[in-house]
């Protein structure tokens, strides 16, 4: 079973504290919590403890990282989902577990069957494969959003 708290402290050691770019789609964000996915959260206001519980309850609990059998492979799936949509990352990873010769339905949702190969391939190999997808989205995000493209090869290769 994965841990929840190097998972968290991860995302919040990229995500850092409040901003308001325009030219960042999320818009208005404190911790990586944006006022586009949040509109009725004070975000200004909000407080690390409450985004500590926003990313258990939406992101930690429903997609099941901590199932995972990996404290790392969890905590990276966990900060490229916020990033990126939990959809997303959850399917790159299930393309990765395939990779490995599993046999997923790739469509974002880690269900049962999906935890259980999950646990089954090369932890190592695994992340590999998921990392190359990430990086290959952030490298052509990083052509129309070059201003960004540092951070993201941060978050992606970073700790």
């Given amino acids: 079973m994965a841990r929840f708290d190097p998972a968290i402290e991860l995302v919040l050691r990229h ?3 409040y901003v308001n770019d325009q030219a960042d ?3 208005e964000t404190k911790y ?4 586009r996915s949040y509109p009725d959260l004070d975000i200004r206001n909000l407080t690390r403890t409450q985004a500590v519980e926003i990313y ?3 992101f930690w609990m429903p997609h099941g990282y901590g199932d995972f059998a990996s404290d790392g492979l969890a905590a990276k799936v966990m900060d490229i989902a916020v990033n ?3 959809a997303r990352a959850n399917s790159w990873l299930q393309e990765a577990v395939n990779d ?5 339905k790739v469509d974002g949702e880690l269900g049962p069957l999906s935890l259980s190969q999950i646990g089954r391939v090369d932890q190592v190999l695994l ?3 998921f990392l190359m997808r ?4 952030y490298r052509k995000l990083g052509y129309v959003r070059p201003r960004f493209a540092r951070a993201w090869m941060t978050r992606l290769w970073g700790v």
């Fill in 84 to 86: 990126v949509g939990a």
């Fill in 25 to 27: 789609p999320g818009g």
């Fill in 100 to 104: 490995l010769g599993g046999n997923l």
């Fill in 134 to 137: 990430a990086y290959r989205h």
């Fill in 15 to 17: 995500e850092g504290g």
């Fill in 56 to 58: 258990h309850r939406d």
């Fill in 32 to 35: 990586g919590i944006s006022r």
């Fill in 127 to 129: 992340m590999v494969r």
